[in-house]
């Protein structure tokens, strides 16, 4: 405990210093004392309260040069809340009333014993010890986490310490921006986070970042001085494109003004209830819900033709032609804004014809793994979870087994690795990683991969994704940078650079004479 003394009469210092310090040697003052400052007037005694902003001051009422009731005035105008203990002479009433209007916690009265002192001492370091309890508790991170669990509310405590310490009260408006990463958060967590947190370094205004692994997502609060209207192109044109650039796979961006810090939840709410509306946004995008309630959204005809094509396909087993089908879907759903519940029935009912014809030849192995499928089309949150619930669903069905069978020449190893290939080229995969799943080295499986299959790795994953371009821009009306998310690419320049050099046209030329 810090303390200052601020008493005229040098023997009463003296009485105050002694009873410190005898509480100090029994140890009855756990956290220790430390005398900061003395004075003998009111003025000097400002001058040091103001710069040291003790824990205590031990003053009297009345002083030379600046009286005790100024002095108090005074140091709780310039946000100092330090505890007070007040000894004098003055017996007055009013004075009394008025200083205990200014925050003083004990009033002792001259001449005081060492004991009074003590006892005084010991009061003081409880409700510091408390103040301290609540301060720690009250961490910028541990405040606007409550106010997003909706767990506090604004109280003259909790806007005196966030005002003196950070600037800003729970009254204050703000905007709240959250990043969505789906089944990649985990992977993609710490380097998000160190992304979010350097925002706020050269910008007038302040973030906190924090992370709720149960939603797979990020909340980044804003708060300080800066005008919201600046708040949001910054994070527009310049956040959003470099997660963008940064992040693999599944990403959704979302804002929100916040009229109310305190109101962090329900914004946060108003957030998660919109997120599935990504489907008619593309990945680059900052969604707002403004932006939501403002469309015009379109009734989804389901496509029955579409369905008696997908149902002739399946019968036969083309799973080809099945792909091209749902791709077809896929484009149809996103051509106008539909709303996300329509698309999802319509996917399920999709899968539901594909099912029903598959049964007519062959029976189900896994019952469960068909209704997980539907359960995960019906909670997706994103184009990238309804692909992988599609999928999930054909794996099922095993369409691919005639596939799979073209391959029985070829070594376990090198079966095992083409399927994890083409189930995860577009994820980024690497040789390095497909050879510690494998359980071998990386050299033996690169000259194992190039002797049966004739091709390199990095070959085989460029072929891979040359011929899913080649299939998107000849089966859908997807944008370039809807492409290249779905190819394994992370910049539609790039991919378009890539495609050039491999097929000799660029993308949107190769996607003209497709349709010539």
């Known amino acids: 405990m810090r303390i200052v003394i601020v008493d005229s009469e040098e023997t009463s210092r003296e009485v105050i210093k002694q009873a410190i310090n005898t509480v100090v ?10 005398i900061v400052g003395e004075a003998a007037d009111g003025r000097k005694g400002c001058e040091i309260i103001v710069k040291e902003r003790p824990d205590l001051i031990i003053m009297d009422l009345e002083l030379p040069g600046k009286n005790g009731l100024p002095l108090l005035k005074k140091i709780r105008s310039e946000q100092i809340h330090s505890r007070v203990l007040v000894i004098t002479k003055d017996n007055d009433f009013d004075r009394t009333r008025q200083a205990i209007s200014f925050g003083v916690d004990e009033y002792l009265l001259k001449p005081v014993k060492k004991v009074q ?8 370091e409880d409700k510091l010890a408390g103040e301290l309890v609540i301060e720690t508790a009250l961490s910028v991170e541990n405040i606007f986490m409550a106010c997003l669990n909706g767990q506090i509310h604004r109280d003259e405590i909790v806007d005196g310490i966030t005002h003196e310490k950070y600037g800003f009260t729970l009254a204050d408006r703000g905007n709240l921006f959250v990043v969505w990463l789906g089944n990649g958060y985990m992977e993609q967590r710490k380097m998000t986070q160190k992304i979010l947190e350097k925002l706020g370094q050269n910008q007038k205004f302040s973030v906190c970042v924090l992370p709720i ?24 044109n310049e956040v959003v494109s470099r997660l963008s650039g940064m992040i693999r796979g599944e990403l959704v961006c979302l804002w929100e003004d916040v009229q109310h810090l305190e109101m962090l939840n329900v914004s946060l709410k108003n ?32 496509p029955a033709e579409l369905e008696n094509r997908l149902r002739r396909s399946a019968v036969i087993s083309n799973r080809k032609e099945i792909i091209k089908c749902y791709y077809t879907l896929y484009d149809l759903c996103k051509r106008d804004p539909h709303s996300p519940s329509q698309i999802k029935e319509v996917l399920i009912r999709f899968n539901m014809a594909v099912l029903n014809a598959y049964k007519l030849k062959r029976e189900i192995h896994s019952e469960l793994q068909v209704q997980k499928s539907m359960q995960d089309i019906a909670k997706a949150m994103s184009w990238g979870e309804i692909r992988a619930a599609v999928e999930l669903f054909f794996r099922t069905l095993n369409f691919q087994a005639e596939e799979e069978n073209e391959n029985a020449d070829l070594s376990p190893l090198i079966q095992k690795a083409l399927q994890m290939v083409k189930k995860e080229y577009d994820q980024g995969i690497t040789l390095e990683e497909m050879a510690d799943k494998l359980f071998v080295s990386e050299e033996y499986l690169s000259s194992q991969f190039k002797k049966e299959i004739g091709v390199g790795f990095k070959e085989m994953v460029r072929t891979l994704q040359i ?23 992370s910049d539609a320049k790039y991919m378009s650079r890539v495609f050039k050099d491999e097929v000799g046209v660029l993308p949107s030329e190769f996607r003209k004479s497709a349709h010539c």
């Open 271 to 302: 957030l998660r209830m919109i997120r599935e509306w990504n489907l008619f946004f593309d990945r680059g995008d900052l969604i707002r819900r403004e932006d939501v309630e403002s469309m015009e959204i379109v009734p989804l005809k389901y």
């Open 117 to 124: 002192i003590a006892k005084a001492l010991q009061m003081i």
């Open 213 to 236: 692994d149960e939603w797979h997502l990020f909340t980044v609060i804003i708060y300080g001085p800066e005008k919201k209207t600046i708040r949001y192109p910054f994070f527009k």
């Open 25 to 34: 040697e029994t140890h009855k003052i756990k956290s220790g004392c430390k």
């Open 467 to 489: 011929e899913r371009i080649k299939e998107l821009l000849t089966n859908t009306k997807l944008k370039l940078n809807q492409i290249a998310e779905l190819a394994g690419y």
